[in-house]
Antibody, heavy 120, light 107 residues
Framework: EVQLVESGGGLVQPGRSLKLSCAAS????????MAWVRQAPKKGLEWVAT????????YYRDSVKGRFTISRDNAKSTLYLQMDSLRSEDTATYYC?????????????WGQGVMVTVSS | DIQMTQSPASLSASLEEIVTITCQAS??????LAWYQQKPGKSPQLLIY???SLADGVPSRFSGSRSGTQYSLKISRLQVEDPGIYYC?????????FGAGTKLELK
């Protein structure tokens, strides 16, 4: 059974940093591209970042470029999101998601999500 | 960025009723369209990918279709477990973008 378990969320002041982790199990983690998707309170879904299966390529939405860094440790089957210079508009539930194997066009499995609140 | 215009924003339907939700893409995305269901307090679940393919374990009452740049999700006979928020996603180009969501409730 595919499982994605996020951790590391919490309350942080604007301008500070936070690092999210996502522990994967139930599949060969190193075979899949992975992503982070977020959802602001009572709002819709927004793709944040994607990393290739081997970590060699990363992609970000414009609003987080230069502030967020996606990375992975295939030996530990863990995905990360380092979030620096946080803003109030980054407040959201962050989901770790697996991209589909053949096309990497969709998100086929999601974690339960972790809440990040940016506030003074 | 590709815009996905989803409608209706909300709807209320009775058990066994047929429900249809649509997404209009701002440009050609081929069949690179997925549908998700999200229940309160839960993460999204993949229902349909490739515009018409049913994801593993999804009941056959869910189906997807395409007409040009308009995509539809149909629930053939609404069941008690189907209420939630439904989102479309375009997987054609980065940044992948979602529709704003359709809140489906039982009447």
């Amino acid at each position: 059974e595919v499982q994605l378990v996020e951790s590391g969320g919490g309350l942080v002041q604007p301008g500070r940093s936070l690092k999210l982790s996502c522990a994967a199990s139930g599949f060969t983690f190193s075979d899949y591209n992975m992503a982070w998707v977020r959802q602001a309170p009572k709002k819709g879904l927004e793709w944040v970042a994607t990393i290739s299966y081997d970590g060699s390529s990363t992609y970000y939405r414009d609003s987080v470029k230069g502030r967020f860094t996606i990375s992975r440790d295939n030996a530990k089957s863990t995905l990360y999101l380092q979030m620096d210079s946080l803003r109030s508009e980054d407040t959201a539930t962050y989901y770790c998601a697996r991209r589909d194997y053949y096309y990497s066009a969709y998100f086929d499995y999601w974690g339960q999500g972790v809440m990040v609140t940016v506030s003074s | 960025d590709i815009q996905m215009t989803q409608s209706p924003a909300s709807l209320s339907a009775s058990l066994e009723e047929i429900v249809t939700i649509t997404c209009q893409a701002s440009q050609d995305i081929g069949n690179w369209l997925a549908w998700y269901q999200q229940k309160p307090g839960k993460s999204p679940q993949l229902l349909i990918y490739g515009a018409t393919s049913l994801a593993d374990g999804v009941p056959s009452r869910f189906s997807g279709s395409r007409s040009g740049t308009q995509y539809s999700l149909k629930i053939s006979r609404l069941q008690v477990e189907d209420p939630g928020i439904y989102y479309c996603l375009q997987g054609y180009s980065a940044p992948n973008t979602f529709g704003a969501g359709t809140k489906l409730e039982l009447k």
